[in-house]
């Protein structure tokens, strides 16, 4: 399906119109089929084989190959379910190799790992303001300068637990703040997603 | 000529020294400091926080016959070469131990830049100038004290440890005449639906059903759509949502779980 009506197919799937017909309504979803996905009991310890980390070697086809920060290699396939996550939900095209990701999915017979959700570059940091110029916060991360760029349409503030905004004039220098973004790999700069901070 | 100035460099010198002297042999996180500097590479963890102290000591002890009476030239040449071999100690510190906190004038982590070699070339070239003083720096002309005080001005100004007495609350009084961040455009951020979306009721029972992220969403007229992938009846299946986009009521997040390859409604909450 083209995308264009892929899209108003899906919206009027939830907002209501004809393709409505023959569902089930919520309420009959029985817990018993909500929770019916297959559990995993690890042992304490154990690697998840459910879950990879690492730096993107390569890239063919929908495979990536990805070198763990504890040196094991993984093959990860991105399909077209696979949700990619790139400073914003964004698509497979947008991975590119020397990216760090975590994934993920489902280990498949042959050991590579179908992935489910892969989060590119995504780190979650505590800060301090040092200072603010126009697009970009200057951030104290442990004694070690970043650079945190301020990206239009995307970044959003949450102050105090309330709901984000794009509004970043509440942010303060001298101040403490947890910044969720996407890391430019190999420079000490971020593309700030959310910026948490406290007024 | 250099006399004068020279005169007020062991006040300058030695007051310098009786901070970063006093911080190390006085100083509760002493030992913290002496683990995070470039010693433990320089001297061995065991000795490191020996070292620390005793510089700490030997800064002390000069800092003492550099305030008092008599103004001896064998002083201030300490100084001097405690200086260079401080800027030594920086390099090293630099070049083999980069990630290593300066561990100079503050409990403060901070790491060697180009402004800790300043202030080390600052405090060695006061130093030196110092030797060509012959008289006690208490007997000096009144432009002594300005000399000192834009000496002072200047070790402030390259100590990254007082930057939060007077750099920050300039940067501070700036953000509050013109915030620079505050002309943004005002658009309803992606993470602001979500956070609607994980309080709602819709979600709340179809997550355990979800096995993706956040797989794409686009806006509606006052809704903004939200898919992820599903499993459902064995089935891989789309979960779509719509939350409201201008208003926050997370009761009002409506879910279709949609089969992509069939283009058939699965569920739908009503």
């Known amino acids: ?43 304490p310890g154990a690697r998840d084989p459910n879950f990879a ?32 996550w790139k400073l914003r939900p964004t698509t497979f095209d947008e991975i590119k190799v020397g990216d760090g990701l975590y994934a993920r999915g ?67 220098v001298g101040k403490h703040v947890k910044v969720i973004g996407a890391w430019r790999p190999d420079t000490n700069e971020v593309d700030i997603a959310t910026v948490y901070a406290g007024i | 000529m250099l006399e004068w100035p020279a005169s007020v460099q062991p006040l300058f010198v030695g007051g310098t020294l009786l ?63 405690l200086g260079a071999g401080f800027l030594g100690y920086l ?5 083999v131990a980069p990630d290593s906190s300066c561990g100079c004038l503050s409990k403060r982590r901070t790491p060697v830049t180009w402004r ?28 002594t004290a300005v000399l000192l005080v834009a000496e002072v001005a ?28 505050a002309d943004r455009s005002f658009e309803m951020p992606l993470e602001s639906s979500l956070q609607q979306l994980l309080a709602s009721p819709a979600y709340q029972q179809v997550s355990p059903l979800l096995r993706s992220g956040l797989r794409e969403t686009w806006d509606e007229e006052d809704a903004r759509i939200l898919c992820y992938t599903a499993e459902y009846d064995g089935t891989a299946a789309t979960a779509v949502f719509a939350v409201p986009l201008r208003h926050y009521s997370p009761e009002e997040v409506r879910v279709a779980l949609v089969d992509e390859s069939t283009e058939s409604t699965l569920l739908v909450n009503a």
């Not at chain 1, 264009?4 to 799937?13: C, G, H, I, K, T």
């Not at chain 2, 390099?91 to 070049?95: E, N, Q, R, S």
């Not at chain 2, 200047?154 to 961040?181: C, F, K, N, Q, Y």
Request: net charge positive; charged share 15%; proline share 5%.
């Open chain 1, 1 to 43: 399906m083209p995308s264009p009506d892929r899209r108003r197919f899906l919206s009027s799937a939830v907002l209501g119109g004809s393709a409505v017909a023959g569902a089930t309504a919520l309420g009959s979803l029985a817990p018993e089929t909500a929770f019916a996905a297959p559990r995993i009991d690890l042992d």
């Open chain 1, 53 to 84: 980390e690492g730096r993107i070697t390569a890239i063919s086809g929908s495979l990536l190959k990805v070198s763990g920060s504890d040196k094991a290699l993984h093959r990860i396939y991105v399909t077209h379910g696979t949700s990619v």
């Open chain 1, 106 to 172: 489902v280990k498949m017979p042959d050991g590579a790992l179908a992935a489910d959700a892969v989060w590119v570059n995504i780190v979650n940091m505590d800060a301090s303001i040092t200072a603010i110029d126009s697009g970009r916060l200057h951030l104290d991360h442990h004694g070690g300068k970043v650079v945190g760029h301020v990206v239009n349409g995307t970044t959003a503030a949450v102050y105090n637990h309330t709901p984000a905004i794009s509004d970043l004039s509440g942010l303060q």
């Open chain 2, 19 to 81: 901070w970063s002297g006093g911080l190390k042999v006085l100083g509760r996180s002493a030992r913290r400091a002496a683990e995070r500097s470039a010693l433990p590479s320089l001297v061995g963890e065991d000795r490191a926080l020996a070292a620390y102290r005793l510089t700490g000591a030997l800064e002390l002890a000069l800092a003492a016959v550099l305030l008092l009476p008599p103004a001896y030239v064998a002083e201030t040449a300490a100084a001097a070469v």
């Open chain 2, 91 to 95: 390099t090293y510190a630099k070049v």
């Open chain 2, 116 to 143: 800790a070699f300043a202030r080390a070339g600052l405090v060695a070239a006061a130093a030196l100038l110092g030797t060509q003083a012959d008289v006690w720096w208490g007997g000096g002309p009144p432009l």
């Open chain 2, 154 to 181: 200047a070790l402030v100004a390259l100590s990254p440890e007082v930057d939060g007495l007077w750099l920050l609350p300039l940067r501070r009084l700036r953000i509050r005449m013109r915030h620079p961040l």
